[in-house]
């Protein structure tokens, strides 16, 4: 699945402008990889608290089918939401309903209402890929951009891993899985909050390319 924007004007990195402070690039990579350690210990959580609350795995599929329902409606509805009100607020909005779908988790193992919260959190990170994807491509220049975009996977599968690793230090009879990836989905919102990273212009059309899936 591709997403096509087209911008009102764009600005090549390469030409004219300066290139980006590596700290304000730095900061959109931090707040994914915060992202990240509190995603992974929720994916690794879910399965296990469904498990010891004696429900049948199926749930989990369900719950999973939900999340990717919400990613596909997120690839749909980022560019509408990015053209109104741009990249860093897009991604304070986006954390915010990450910060939602956890709390709900946290209320406890409900599966019908965690298939309508996995299903927020999949809109909200993949529409948080599609904003820091784009806003970083708009300010990296093309000779440094693989390795940027090498180093932001980088980051953030590590985050990934982090996050699985903690559910061990975790009591997931309680509360505290949601509670942790709540907290670094909270602090993921700083680094963006506090960049001077220059903003992409918002783009005139967004529109997923199903063609290219």
Request: proline share 7%; charged share 10%.
């Amino acid at each position: 699945m591709a997403i096509l924007e087209r911008n009102q004007t764009r600005r090549d990195p390469a030409q004219g402008s300066p290139p980006a402070p590596a700290i304000a690039i730095a900061s959109v990579v931090l707040s994914m990889a915060l992202v990240a350690v509190g995603n992974g210990l929720m994916f690794a959580y879910i399965p296990v608290r469904l498990g010891a609350a004696g429900f049948d795995p199926t749930w989990a599929g369900l719950i999973v089918t939900g999340l990717s329902a919400g990613g596909l409606a997120g690839c749909i509805l980022t560019g509408p939401l990015v053209r109104r009100v741009g990249h860093a607020r897009a991604f304070m909005v986006l954390s915010a309903l990450i910060v939602l779908s956890n709390a709900a988790v946290g209320a406890g193992p409900h599966p019908l209402s965690w298939i309508a919260a996995r299903a927020l959190y999949g809109f909200a990170i993949c529409g948080l890929f599609i904003v820091a994807q784009s806003w970083l491509n708009d300010v990296i220049a093309n000779t440094i951009r693989g390795r940027v975009m090498a180093f932001f996977y980088v980051a953030y599968v590590a985050g990934l891993g982090v996050g699985y690793s903690t559910l061990a230090l975790i009591d997931i009879r309680a509360a505290d899985a949601p509670l942790v990836g709540i907290a670094f989905t909270a602090l993921s919102i700083l680094p963006v909050g506090l960049t001077r990273l220059a903003q992409p212009p918002p783009p005139q059309a967004a529109s997923v390319a199903l063609g290219r899936a």
